[in-house]
């Protein structure tokens, strides 16, 4: 039986890795944090990661959605879309919502056929050239894809992230 863990999709890519826990270790400070970004992200608006950085996601049974999005004057730019499906079931949903709501995205376009397994996280990132969010995209060994991962573990494997 293989390590607990999820494969980590990114449209962009096509890089995709399996995820254990060997590439996450928690610590309460750390975990105290992702609960609490993971609960106010939950709410109209979500919650400030730094800066002019935000998250804001929606989760249903076994699957969640966010958004890492930036404020210029009243709108939302979104900068990235992670999301992740637990369950088989949720996967086929959380992939057809994806092919659907992002039809029109080339990366989208082109990966139409990848095919998931379930527990799994798909990241999209969208271009954008402010250099606070930039930095956070691609500099410091590539920290969205940490944030994903971590978001991933918080949302799907709370019992990861228990003390």
């Known amino acids: 039986m293989p390590e607990k863990g999820f494969e980590h999709f990114t449209f962009n890519t096509e890089h995709n890795v399996y995820q254990t826990m060997k590439y996450f270790e928690p610590n309460p400070i750390v975990n105290a944090q992702l609960r609490a970004i993971a609960q106010e992200s939950l709410q109209p608006g979500g919650t400030r990661i730094f800066g002019n950085i935000f998250f804001e996601a929606v989760k249903e049974k076994d699957m969640y959605a966010g958004t890492l ?22 996967g086929k949903i959380l992939w057809e919502r994806i092919q ?17 397994h379930a527990p799994y996280v798909a990241d999209l990132l969208f271009d954008c050239c402010l250099p606070d969010i930039y930095a956070f995209l691609f500099f410091c060994g590539y920290l969205s894809g940490d944030f994903c991962k971590c978001m991933e573990w918080t949302f799907l494997f709370p019992e990861t992230i228990n003390e």
């Open 100 to 116: 659907t709501d992002f039809q029109m995205n080339p990366n989208v376009v082109k990966r139409r056929n990848y095919k998931l």
């Open 69 to 90: 999005f930036s404020h210029i004057g009243n709108h939302k730019i979104p900068l990235l879309i992670t999301c992740g499906a637990k369950t088989e079931e949720a």
